[in-house]
């Protein structure tokens, strides 16, 4: 499958055209961490799309007869210019594909459902809405689009905008790169996981522990950049691949404590990548650890099946099975809380993808 088939021809009806759409944060259980041009991932990985945490993004499409890429994008209502840059080089990278964008000026405007700097990554839903955006007018030019064909550009735009993008199109559980397990598995979209994913993990709760709100140090992008000469990429790529090979028969089987083997040790490994590059760097904090530290605690002394994931940040995902959520919830708010920042968490859960508002 190569990224030819993606590319559209450069019609225009030269009507205006406005759409709204509404896509979900999801968070990896098998980690992407490197990559290589264009956006494309040194190993698969595998997440669980969110419901809560959502970006919508509402984009007007007005005919302007110039032949090249024209924007203004809104945050929260104001004009932001500041993410021109980063906006500007996706639609470089994604106007090979949409020849037809050049006879439109856009108007962008994007709002999170999550508060602001929660240090909670929106560059994955917010490349999402964008791009469904995109393909909704899209398909109004090319009704004869599939509803699959649809899911699968917006997923391989959206990739071109931030990688873990591609899995915040559809849900549950997406996969996204070249595996051994799964034929159609591609490093240019995701997929959805498909019919044989145990009930279990179709409600599955993440709540998420605010333990730093503030900017990162080191950016995702940074971050991807230190997998080239890292002294153990190529064991990384291996271990994910063999933990994504476990994870899906997993998935399937509803194998609880399986499941919480690897997805912590994929947390783990994620920031043990961090700490032995050059330069090193440390995203956790105390409060990531003493979190930590009291769940495996919590999960010994109990029995219950809650177990922690991390993204490229301070906070901690506390992932379990919608059954024991009451447990779970009185353990977080009489023994967690008071490690996250001004003591808040996030309840967030697996939900099924992104929709037109
Ligand atoms: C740790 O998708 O944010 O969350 O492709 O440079 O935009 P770019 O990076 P990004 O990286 C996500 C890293 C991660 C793991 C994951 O989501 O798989």
Known sequence: MTESRFISSAVSNGNPYSTKWEAPSNIALIKYWGKTEPQLPKNPSLSFTLSSSVTTTEVHFLPSGKEEIEFEFYFEGALKPDFHPKLNSFFERIKTYIPWITSYSLKISSQNSFPHSSGIASSAS?????????????????????????????????????????????????????????????????????????????????????????????????????????????????????????????????????FMRIVETEALSLHAMMMTSNPYFILMQPHTLEIIQRVWKFRKQTQIPLCFTLDAGANVHLLYPEMIKDKVRSFIADHLASFCQKGQYLYDSVGSGAKKV
Request: net charge negative; charged share 20%; hydrophobic share 40%.
């Open 126 to 258: 917010a490349m999402a809405a964008l791009s469904l955006c995109i393909m909704d007018m899209e398909q109004t030019l090319f009704p004869e689009l599939s509803k699959a064909d649809f899911n699968q550009k917006a997923s391989f735009l959206a990739r071109l905008g931030s990688g873990s993008a591609a899995r915040s199109v559809e849900g549950p559980v997406t996969l996204w790169g070249k595996n051994d397990i799964q034929n159609e598995g591609s490093d240019l979209y995701a997929t959805p996981f498909g019919a044989n994913l145990n009930p279990l993990f179709k409600d599955f709760q993440d709540t998420i522990l605010l333990v730093d709100k503030g900017s990162k140090a080191v950016s995702s992008t940074q971050g991807h950049q230190l997998m080239f000469n890292h002294p153990f990429a190529n064991q990384r790529f291996v271990q994910a691949a063999n933990n994504l090979a476990d994870l899906i028969s997993i998935m399937k089987s509803g194998d609880l404590d399986g």
